[in-house]
């Protein structure tokens, strides 16, 4: 079983955003990027994958700050080879653009699996898997949160809202857009990461052109401002509490 | 290229969700702007009835044993021929695990742009909510055709909605052989845990938990309040509460008294199941979490520091 999975990096939402000069895009001058979440469930449904099946993982990437890191913590966690792709990343790329890129290299991989994250919160053009499915002419099922493999098909578990599950068979080769895997991504210790510095090579694979066709021009970008905004509490631990007693009180909870 | 708008409803084994009175009205939005008509686009197998409630101008139904179930397979081959026939303005999908499935197949296979993750219309003017909800991006309608992925919260599903049944013209539906996707089996959600969705108070707790352990803080202001703990999807996903307790786009929408947050961000796919609730009280110690845009009260103050005093105050008040 080969497995490819394309990851990429976003900002980190726990850090302040700010828009830039442009007023159109995020100042990314301060911007901490960490891995897409649900690439990371990507990646362990994968490892969870080979160590049923047997198989070779391969994690790519496109190049932004921290992604070797990231590539070596994918090895230490048992991915078999990394692949980062270079170019012209850095004025931010739409998923058209990289559907297009990661395809071009990924078909010569010749895999049978294709798993990445069902999205990432800074899409603007639709998710990374289900572009990459069509460009490379192959089916598509995205919200994932269980994978089984028979001769020639994945069995897969699909999310509907309210808890519904549809197991579904997909032909392979397949593109599986990863809400979950089938259990939570594993630790590995610093020191298995440093050791993959050592031993594993990242594969450096040049991307010459970037064609931004297909996805969504943005003219201005804003933050939020809620019509009606909480109204805040204020104060120490106990006179915080001490007002959400009177909430609950008038609530009639309690 | 004509001015009308396609809105491809979305339905699941019988039932209307509620995403299409949402596109429905969102439809009639951009409508205004381009002049053109609105479409509900209806695609099954016997469910030539179920866009009847839909405020649409007309219905264009494609019925066939393929579709009976949605398969991203069937309903992009089924799509992709109405859609290059007839050049809409823009083709309005669920930001779902409907329509995202579906959006970036037809994008490719048809060569016409995307946006995801639209809030809205401003005129001929896109608005989308990404990072989490932090941040708004704006930009033109693309052309000839947009396609179109919609969350909610930016129209009210009753706007979508009409009294009188719209006129049903069927379309044919090409052979729709050869699909990838197939469905098996269908899979309740567990019983036997409580149900979430009829819980009249609720303690949520998100990533601001940090770890297991954690989780008996919510419990005992749980227990001490008469009330039940539920979660976000990290929680969940690393196995700190069972999915019957999720909170979200693909676990339950709840309508309770009260919702405590504790540590949840407020990120659209959690938002957006929570909006139903009487009141909302968020406690997170990042004052440009989104949820304080959607909560009643709120506090900055630690969860950490907060809930073990709150619980006490509770037994006190209750003891009293």
């Known amino acids: 079983m080969n497995i490819v999975v394309p990851v990429k990096l976003v900002p980190d939402l726990v850090e302040e ?7 159109a895009a995020l100042d990314t001058m301060w911007l901490r990027l960490i891995i897409n979440e649900l690439d990371d469930h990507a990646i362990e449904q994968a490892i969870l994958l080979k160590e049923r099946y047997g198989g070779q993982v391969t994690v790519l990437a496109p190049d932004s700050e921290g992604v070797d890191d990231m590539l070596f913590t994918a090895s230490a966690r048992g991915a078999d080879q990394l692949v980062k792709l270079v170019g012209n990343f850095e004025g931010g790329v739409n998923n058209h653009a990289l559907g297009r890129a990661l395809a071009a290299y990924v078909k010569d991989l010749k895999p049978d699996l294709i798993l990445t994250g069902v999205q990432a919160h800074n899409d603007l053009d639709g998710s990374i898997g289900a572009l990459l499915a069509e460009y490379l002419q192959m089916p598509y099922v995205g919200y994932v949160s269980g994978v089984n493999l028979e001769t020639d098909k994945a069995v897969v578990r699909k999310e509907y809202p309210g808890g519904l599950i549809a197991e579904l068979e997909v032909a392979l080769p397949a593109v599986l857009g990863i809400q979950a895997a089938e259990q939570p991504p594993r630790y590995v210790a610093i020191s298995k990461v440093r050791q993959a510095m050592k031993t594993a090579t990242i594969e450096e694979h040049e991307v010459a052109e970037l064609d931004l066709l297909g996805g969504a021009v943005v003219s201005r970008m804003f933050q939020p401002e809620a019509a009606e905004k909480a109204t805040m509490l204020s104060g120490d631990p106990d006179a915080v509490a001490e007002q ?11 | 290229m004509n001015q009308d ?5 979305e339905h699941l084994r019988g039932a209307l969700a509620e995403i299409s009175y949402v596109m429905m009205a969102a439809g009639r939005d951009l409508a205004r702007t381009t002049g053109g008509k609105v479409y509900a686009v209806l695609l099954g197998q016997n469910v030539q009835n179920l866009a009847d409630t839909l405020a649409a101008d007309a219905v264009l139904y494609l019925e066939s044993p393929s579709l009976a179930d949605f398969t991203s397979d069937g309903y992009c081959k089924a799509l992709s021929g109405l859609i290059g026939q007839h050049q809409p303005r823009a083709v309005l999908m669920g930001h779902t695990s409907v329509g995202t499935d579906v959006a970036g197949a037809l994008s490719v296979r048809l060569g016409l742009p995307l946006v995801t993750s639209v809030r809205h219309f401003e005129g001929d003017k896109f608005v989308s909510q990404i990072c989490g909800g932090k941040i708004m991006a704006e930009g033109e309608l693309p052309a000839p055709t947009a396609l179109i992925t919609l969350v909610p919260g930016g129209y009210k599903p009753e706007s979508g909605q009409s009294a009188q049944a719209p006129l049903v013209t069927p379309v044919a539906v090409g052979a729709l052989e050869d699909l990838r996707v197939s469905v098996r089996q269908y899979i309740e959600p567990e019983a036997g845990d409580v149900d979430i969705s009829k819980e009249p108070l609720l303690i949520a707790v998100g990533r601001g938990i940090q770890n297991q352990d954690n989780v008996v803080l919510a419990d005992d202001l749980a227990k001490a309040l008469g009330g039940v703990v539920c979660a976000s999807r990290p929680v969940v996903d690393q196995n700190w509460l069972p999915t019957t307790r999720l909170v979200g786009k693909s676990g339950k929408a709840v309508k309770p008294k009260l919702y405590l947050a504790l540590g949840i961000s407020g990120a659209p796919e959690h938002a957006e199941a929570i ?9 997170n110690t990042d004052a440009a979490a989104p949820i304080f845009n959607i909560a009643k009260y709120g506090t900055t103050t630690d969860l950490f520091d907060l809930v073990p005093v709150l619980t006490e105050k509770v037994l006190q008040a209750k003891g009293g």
């Open chain 1, 244 to 254: 959400l007693i009177g909430i609950f009180k008038e609530l009639g909870v309690l």
């Open chain 2, 275 to 283: 909006t139903g609730s009487n009141c909302i009280i968020a406690v």
């Open chain 1, 17 to 23: 955003l700010t828009i830039d000069a442009s007023g």
């Open chain 2, 5 to 9: 708008i396609f809105v491809v409803v």
